[in-house]
């Protein structure tokens, strides 16, 4: 080996790039690990200035997050010991559970329609990025022209049409409405993406595909789509997150059976404030999906599978 | 196996015309190519024999049935892909069962029918590697493999070699021609390379902007070429043209090529205008005595022959003698042309003037 090379990189250079890698990971980071560890701290350690990083760890802000508390009278404290771990949590401030909180509904709901909004952008974006990438559609340029025009504003800015549209035909706090709205959202953003994908894949291996004996459909769906997983799954990514975080619309159109988790979370109000420790912990769950859906596909994302196979 | 009939078939891309009417017949068994400048319809053709293009107009025959219109899972031909097409998320073996899957074969049988194969091809031992680490020639194995798992009634091939090598095209070339030997599968060809056409094809299609300029033995269209395209495009270096003003009547023998009484085959037709004569390189031959004499301008050795470029009277001229032969550049030299092997041509149409030599070849060409 000579000690020059053209392709690779010097043992320093390799070193100084890590280390600026590292160091911006733990820059973006800080934010997020002061969330996590929020969310285990006690409300006086949340609040106290200078923060504190070291600090006794509790569960009283999940506690607080998934449950309904209420102020007892001593003497109902002394005939009720508590019997549960969380129970003698919410003791030392004299209150007993009342039931659960709507974090866990309002969660789920996050879940429906997070992924489900998601589900179809992806599934109607494919089909329409394939017919875009494939076929001689009239007036092809003009309608990709048309579907990315919902993207040049703003969502939130026809929020008042949507919310009158919304009401008029009964969509309104319904998981059907949010998402269908937020794959109106995406699925523009879907098509393009998804289009330049499908354009990448030679179409000499559905034409391959035909002269096997497969019919179009077959050959779309065994050799164009998982060739498209990478980009399927980067642009699912895409619609899940904004799905996901979407907080206007969701204030604005959902109050009860749809609300999603991030109009929830602020309103968790706890003992003569505003219960950090448990908007932390509501925040931390909150992250969780997204982050294992984008681990889950992180094979897909890093990884070229059409690499190789045909020479350019 | 099969023999394919093509009919007046046409094809337009909107005001494009890619095929004009075009008919020509392959027979079963036989090694067909496709041979032409680039974007003068044969791939064009090809697509539309396999079904990935629909004809605008004519008919296909493949062994007697109608096929112009279906589509190409219904056709059973096989298409080799000049950037090989493999699918690149499967392995070796995956890229070659798919089309036995897609007919439904057990799964036992598939097994033996790829051993049988990849025995064939010496592709054995890389079955489960992924396509994408493959060599340009295993590729190409495997591509070929993909098209004869199925014993489909014929293979279409799309310029196969194109991708490869010099060095290694000259041995796949070889590799191909004795599969098809053995496999005796009716293929039709695609290429734009001359020499691999000649040297490979049984019977070679010449088309010319959407035209078939020509249709045959290699033997007949480099010897009796039908157009001046046709002189032009086969053989390297190609064929001379003489250009010369003059007339010519029926059982005429012999042309005035400036002031020169040259020897032709028999004209069974009358011509006057514009012509040319055209002669082969190899036809030509240098001499001390004669009376139609060029300037030698260049020489170039290629070993056993060199190729003599001349000045004559009627535009540059190149011959292909012995090497053994000395020719000096500036010496003038008598030429003398091996009369049996001229064509003439009209040179408004391009068409050659038909002859003793070219009878046969131009009644059914």
Redesign the interface.
């Known amino acids: 080996m000579s000690s020059f090379s053209v392709t690779e990189p010097s043992a320093r250079s390799k070193w100084f790039a890590g280390t600026l890698v590292i160091l911006y990971a733990l820059i973006t980071m800080v934010p997020l690990a002061w969330i996590m560890l929020t969310g285990f701290k006690s409300p006086s350690d949340a609040i106290s200035y200078p923060p504190k990083i070291v600090f006794e760890p509790t569960l009283e802000g999940y506690v607080n997050l998934f449950t309904t508390r209420t102020r007892q009278t001593p003497e109902f404290l002394a005939a009720n010991p508590p019997e549960k771990w969380y129970e003698e949590i919410v003791r030392e401030y004299d209150m007993v559970i009342a039931g659960p909180s709507k974090f866990g509904e309002r969660f789920l709901n996050s879940v429906i329609i997070g992924f489900g909004s998601t589900f179809l952008s992806i599934f109607l974006g494919t089909l329409a990025a394939y017919a875009f990438s494939r076929f001689k559609i009239p007036l092809a340029d003009d309608l990709l022209f048309f579907i990315l025009s919902t993207r040049m504003m703003p969502p939130i800015a026809v929020a008042i049409p949507i919310f009158l549209m919304y009401r008029q035909l009964g969509l309104s706090d319904t998981h059907l409405g949010m998402i269908l709205l937020y794959t109106g959202v995406n699925i523009s953003l879907a098509v393009w993406l998804l289009k330049g994908f499908i354009d990448e894949i030679p179409l000499e291996y559905e034409e391959a595909a035909l002269i096997d004996g497969y019919t179009r459909f077959q050959a779309f769906y065994k050799v164009v789509l998982p060739q498209a997983a990478t980009g399927i799954a980067s642009t699912a990514i895409f619609c899940l997150i904004f799905a996901w975080n979407e907080y206007a619309f969701a204030v604005l159109l959902t109050s009860g059976t749809a609300q999603t988790a991030p109009p929830f979370i602020p309103t968790i109000i706890g003992v003569g404030g505003l219960d950090w420790p448990a908007v932390a912990a509501g925040a931390t769950i909150f992250l969780l999906p997204v982050m294992i859906f984008t681990i889950l596909l992180r094979k897909h994302l890093l990884r070229g599978i059409t690499f190789g196979a045909v020479r350019k | 196996m099969a023999k394919i009939e093509i009919k007046n078939i046409r094809k337009d891309f909107g005001d494009f015309n890619a095929v004009e009417k075009s008919s020509f017949t392959i027979e079963d068994g036989e090694f067909f190519m496709l041979l032409g400048p680039s974007g003068c319809g044969k791939t064009t053709t090809l697509r539309m024999i396999?079904?990935?293009e629909l004809p605008t107009s004519g008919e296909i025959y493949l062994d007697g049935e109608e096929i112009s219109q279906q589509?190409?899972?219904k056709r059973d031909?096989?298409?080799v892909?000049q950037?090989?097409?493999?699918?690149?998320?499967l392995n070796v073996r995956k890229n070659l069962s798919?089309?036995l899957v897609?007919?439904g074969m057990p799964r036992s049988q598939v097994k033996a029918k790829i051993e049988e194969v990849s025995g064939i091809l010496g592709i054995k031992d890389i079955l489960n590697r992924p396509?994408?680490?493959l060599s340009?020639g295993d590729?190409q194995r495997v591509a070929l493999g993909?098209a004869i798992v199925?014993d489909p009634k014929a293979f279409m091939m799309d310029e196969p070699l194109g991708?490869l090598d010099a060095e290694f095209r000259e041995h796949m070339s070889e590799e191909l021609r004795a599969l098809h030997d053995r496999m005796n599968a009716t293929t039709v060809y695609v290429t734009h390379d001359q020499l691999e056409a000649m040297q490979m094809g049984d019977k070679i299609v010449v088309m010319n902007n959407a035209v078939v300029e020509q249709f045959g033995t290699p033997q007949q269209i480099y010897d009796t070429p039908a157009t001046m395209f046709v002189a032009d495009f086969i053989g390297s270096p190609s064929m001379n043209f003489l250009r010369f003003e003059g007339a010519l009547e029926n059982g005429a023998t012999r042309v005035d090529l400036n002031g020169q009484m040259l020897a032709v085959p028999k004209q069974l037709q009358g011509a006057s205008g514009k012509l040319v004569f055209g002669v082969r390189p190899e036809h030509v031959s240098l001499s001390e005595n004669g009376d139609y004499r060029g300037k030698v301008l260049t020489t170039e050795y290629l070993g056993t022959t060199q190729i003599i470029t001349l000045d004559t009277p009627n535009g540059e001229l190149k011959a292909r003698i012995d090497s053994a032969q000395t020719a000096t550049v500036g010496e003038n030299v008598a030429l003398n042309f091996e009369a049996p092997k001229i064509t003439l041509f009209d040179e408004t149409t391009g068409l050659a003037l038909r002859s003793s030599l070219n009878r046969e070849v131009l009644a059914h060409g």
């Open positions: 396999a079904g990935l589509p190409p899972s031909i096989a298409f892909f950037m090989f097409a493999l699918y690149p998320h798919y089309p897609s007919q396509v994408g680490g340009g590729r993909r199925r991708a």
